[in-house]
């Protein structure tokens, strides 16, 4: 997919950074998902002993890859999408009800992002710790929030360049030109 050439520079080098980051964890937390079910296996089978953190690493790599691949698939355009009524539409109203998606989804995303946040000062102060891995509870959660922050501001961006530019944009860097085009492939 190309990416769109407009937008301000300082947010397109800071998504970049961010994009360059989050593939660099989803791309590390799955092979480390993949070692580590290998060497439980192998260690199960083999030596007759599992490894005791096997369980806990990857959840903490399922929240990861979870979190990061939300808001690296919104900055794609790739997440899913229920087109029925939207690919039927005239472009003009196409356009309407992708800034009224974009901001509708936005909102419910920070919500969301506001909710895990509390959660996570309330379970803080509990001081609980994983058994095996011995990391506070609440530090495998804090992802959620950055990435759901990351992923609201990213679809918040979407509406807005949805409204002063002609394209219909799913995302900041794929329009839906751009998308049906790949969609063909």
């Given at each position: 997919?190309?990416?769109?050439?407009?937008?301000?520079?300082?947010?397109?080098r800071?998504?970049g950074i961010?994009?360059k980051?989050e593939?660099?964890?989803?791309?590390?937390?799955v092979?480390?998902?993949?070692?580590?079910?290998i060497?439980?296996?192998?260690g199960?089978?083999?030596?007759?002993q599992?490894?005791?953190?096997?369980?806990?690493?990857?959840?903490?790599l399922i929240?990861l890859v979870t979190?990061?691949?939300t808001?690296?698939a919104a900055?794609h355009?790739?997440h899913?999408?229920?087109?029925?009524?939207?690919?039927?539409?005239?472009?003009r109203?196409?356009?309407g009800?992708?800034?009224?998606?974009?901001?509708?989804t936005?909102?419910?995303?920070?919500t969301i992002?506001?909710?895990?946040?509390t959660y996570?000062?309330?379970?803080?102060?509990?001081?609980?710790?994983?058994?095996?891995?011995?990391?506070?509870?609440?530090?495998?959660?804090l992802w959620?929030?950055?990435?759901l922050?990351?992923t609201?501001?990213e679809?918040?961006?979407?509406?807005?360049?949805?409204?002063?530019?002609?394209?219909?944009y799913?995302?900041?860097?794929?329009?839906?030109d751009?998308?049906?085009?790949?969609?063909?492939?």
């Open positions: 997919m190309t990416t769109s050439s407009s937008g301000p520079g300082a947010y397109r800071v998504i961010v994009n980051l593939g660099a964890i989803l791309i590390i937390s092979l480390l998902m993949a070692g580590n079910n060497a439980n296996v192998v199960r089978v083999v030596f007759n599992s490894l005791f953190f096997a369980e806990e690493l990857n959840s903490i929240i979190f990061a691949g808001s690296f900055r355009g790739s899913i999408r229920m087109t029925a009524i939207f690919d039927a539409l005239p472009r109203y196409q356009k009800l992708i800034v009224l998606i974009t901001f509708a936005s909102a419910c995303i920070f992002c506001y909710f895990s946040v996570i000062l309330w379970v803080a102060p509990r001081g609980q710790i994983l058994p095996a891995l011995q990391i506070p509870v609440y530090l495998t959660y959620a929030p950055v990435s922050f990351i609201g501001l679809y918040f961006v979407t509406g807005i360049k949805n409204l002063y530019h002609r394209p219909v799913l995302s900041t860097e794929v329009t839906n751009e998308y049906e085009n790949v969609a063909e492939l």
